[in-house]
């Protein structure tokens, strides 16, 4: 048995596993089935998510565990080969239903039609989270300029991380000598100093990133927001609370981010994949907040399932459902809104600043990342926060 498939394998055992595990808790009693009816089988849907070590194989493997209840609905997540592969297997594995694919990813297949006229073969159910972009290098270097000519691992060959590493480094002008494997053998080889930096995507807090310390002369470098990547991407950081064996207590990692995406193949509204994957995305929807919790991954809290993704379509039934439940969620949004901003201006009014003083550092803080996409400003306004606490220090 290859390991691909050994670690699917144990991956689906796991999910299964702890959803078992749940259901004999007394907050997820499945109904006994009565003796002569005959019980209906769920509906199964299955994941493609990222690497073991990845953020998203988490996030999908807590949804199943809590959307799976056994009587009308079964997540099965798998592990897959990145954003790449996982485009090729929606469209060519008829048992896949659904995967988890980075923006811009989807972004440079509609830009090249590699797959021609992919935006009208894919859909999407929701926008899930940022996955921060982690550049970790030996402390030699102190910028993303000292890479030049550098040895960097991207990641597998033709992975979604190898693609957006070619656009972040070209889009900065900057050549480098890449190295194609995977990431917990490339932090060993940035350990012996047998290459000089390692390229990942991933939300933060990402496991993959346990191996490794500070004490191992490495550090993360800063990946400037420029112009040129604002059409596709969002500004980020990392700190010492992500990352406490790597990023100093008063250090901030200014990075970028890319937004993953729940997207399947679109399917005939009559066929019964269509109705299994309406089942999934209601059921999903109407659970969304349950995910909010300290129970699950932080990741969760980023979701925003009316954010739209430009040039794509969404799953009609996804869609659907939210026209349907548009004045809860827009009541729910706007409450959201008002206490984010009302935290904000409770720290920011804390160290004596008035509203004219918060409007200017929020101007400030644009010209330094750039205006960006007006559908992000939720995005910027939390980079916005998180960039003045570094300047109160």
Request: hydrophobic share 40%; glycine share 6%.
């Amino acid at each position: 048995m290859s390991k691909y498939w050994l670690f699917l394998a144990i991956f689906i055992l796991g999910a299964d596993t702890a959803s078992f595990a749940q259901a004999q808790g007394p907050q997820s009693i499945r109904p006994r089935p009565q003796p002569g009816v005959k019980t209906p089988s769920p509906s199964t849907i299955m994941i493609a998510t990222g690497d073991i070590d990845s953020t998203e194989a988490r996030v999908i493997s807590e949804m199943a565990r809590s959307l799976n209840d056994g009587v009308s609905l079964r997540v099965i997540p798998m592990i897959g080969q990145g954003s790449i592969q996982n485009i090729s297997d929606l469209l060519t594995i008829k048992t896949l239903d659904v995967a988890v694919i980075q923006y811009d990813v989807l972004s440079q297949f509609r830009k090249t039609q590699k797959i021609n006229l992919i935006e009208n073969k894919l859909q999407y159910i929701t926008k899930l989270y940022s996955q921060e972009i982690h550049l970790l290098s030996k402390m030699q270097f102190t910028c993303l300029a000292d890479l030049n000519g550098r040895k960097v691992n991207f990641g597998t060959r033709n992975s979604g991380a190898a693609l957006t590493a070619e656009i972040i480094f070209s889009a900065h002008n900057i050549k480098v000598q890449p190295i194609y494997i995977d990431q917990i053998e490339a932090l060993e080889k940035l350990k012996t100093g047998e290459i000089d930096a390692s390229f990942y995507v991933g939300g933060k807090p990402s496991s993959v990133f346990r191996t490794i310390k500070h004490t191992d002369r490495v550090h993360f470098l800063d990946i400037d927001y420029i112009d040129q990547l604002q059409q596709d991407y969002l500004p980020g950081i990392v700190t010492h609370d992500d990352y406490p064996d790597l990023v100093s207590s008063d250090e901030t990692v200014s990075t970028v981010s890319v937004s993953s995406v729940l997207v399947m193949a679109g399917h005939k509204s009559q066929s019964e994949q269509f109705r299994r994957l309406t089942s999934f995305s209601d059921k999903l929807f109407e659970n969304i907040d349950n995910f909010k919790t300290r129970d699950y991954h932080e990741k969760w809290q980023e979701v925003n399932l009316v954010s739209p993704i430009v040039g794509w379509t969404r799953f009609p039934a996804a869609q659907n459902w939210l026209d349907q439940n548009a004045a809860k969620l827009a009541k729910a949004e706007a409450l959201a809104g008002k206490t984010v901003t009302s935290a904000a201006q409770t720290t920011l009014s804390a160290d004596g600043q008035n509203a004219e003083q918060v409007r200017a550092m929020l101007n400030k803080f644009l010209q330094t990342q750039g205006s960006g996409n007006p559908a992000n400003r939720e995005e910027l306004f939390n980079q916005f926060v998180r960039w003045y606490e570094k300047q109160s220090r």
